[in-house]
């Protein structure tokens, strides 16, 4: 089974985003519903955020969605790497030493400590476009 989740990992805004920490606007958005998730740091980590998401997306009742879980991971998918809040709206993402998922202002000073502490594996996040 594949998974999603970083450990200890700070995914950083992409390169060509122009936006900064903006907040999704639009209901119903993949964006959306996962700023609203991760409002509450630390609480999914990234295989529950994109199986609840999707369930969501879908339609899914959430009774179903192990099975669901079991479809999506039966595959490789796309990480957190490649989110819209890392891609479009300059958020970055932190995976704690557990895989939950933090967002994170990158003009906090959390997001420069995390940037500071050596034991966090930096990774971009993915660019919007092709160079």
């Not at 700070?10 to 999704?24: M, R």
């Not at 000073?109 to 919007?128: E, I, S, T």
Request: proline share 5%.
């Amino acid at each position: 089974m594949h998974t999603t989740n970083y450990v200890d990992t700070l995914i950083l805004p992409a390169e060509d985003c122009k936006a900064v920490a903006k907040v999704p606007d639009k209901a119903g958005t993949v964006a959306h519903m996962q700023f609203a998730r991760l409002s509450a740091p630390y609480v999914f980590d990234s295989d529950t955020l994109l199986v609840e998401v999707t369930g969501v997306r879908r339609d899914v009742p959430s009774d179903k969605w192990i099975d669901l879980r079991a479809e999506i991971f039966s595959t490789g998918q796309a990480c957190l790497r490649a989110s819209p809040l890392v891609k479009t709206h300059g958020w970055a993402l932190h995976h704690d030493g557990q895989a939950r998922v933090a967002l994170v202002d990158p003009t906090s000073d959390r997001f420069q400590d995390l940037m500071d502490d050596p034991n966090v594996f930096k990774v971009k996040g993915m660019r919007n476009s092709r160079i």
